[in-house]
């Protein structure tokens, strides 16, 4: 299996940029497809962006298609979320996951494994 933590969470105004980074222990980081998802309070747990294996595919939620970019570098065992204007309903817990399979999916059933999470405050 595989560890995840994250960081780079913070209180930004709006407009701002932050980064994310998600650090990766335990198996091959190179064998899982990875996602980032978010939480905010009393809402579900929704797909934010995705990365297959080798990085040469990524898949955006509507909300962030053209603010957030996701990379990932296997030979550093990271991946990172790049928020570029930011939105007060950014706000949420970002998470980080990850995914034995080869396609990049939004979907969160299958994702097994999870990070603890790091919270990102966009104020307006």
């Known amino acids: 299996q595989v560890q995840l933590v994250e960081s780079g969470g913070g209180l930004v105004q709006a407009g701002d940029s932050l980064s994310l980074s998600c650090a990766a222990s335990?198996?091959?980081?190179?064998?899982?497809?990875m996602g980032w998802f978010r939480q905010a309070p009393g809402k579900e747990r929704e797909f934010v962006a995705g990365?297959?294996?080798?990085?040469?595919?990524?898949l955006y939620a509507d909300s962030v298609k053209g603010r957030f970019t996701i990379s990932r570098d296997n030979a550093k065992n990271t991946v990172y979320l790049q928020m570029i204007s930011l939105k007060p309903e950014d706000t949420a817990i970002y998470y980080c996951?990850?995914?034995?399979?080869?396609?990049?999916?939004?979907?969160?059933?299958?994702?097994?494994?999870w990070g603890p999470g790091t919270q990102v405050t966009v104020s307006s």
């Open positions: 996951a990850a995914s034995e399979g080869a396609v990049v999916t939004a979907a969160v059933r299958l994702y097994a494994y």
């Open positions: 335990g198996r091959t980081f190179s064998t899982y497809r």
């Open positions: 990365i297959s294996r080798s990085g040469g595919g990524t």
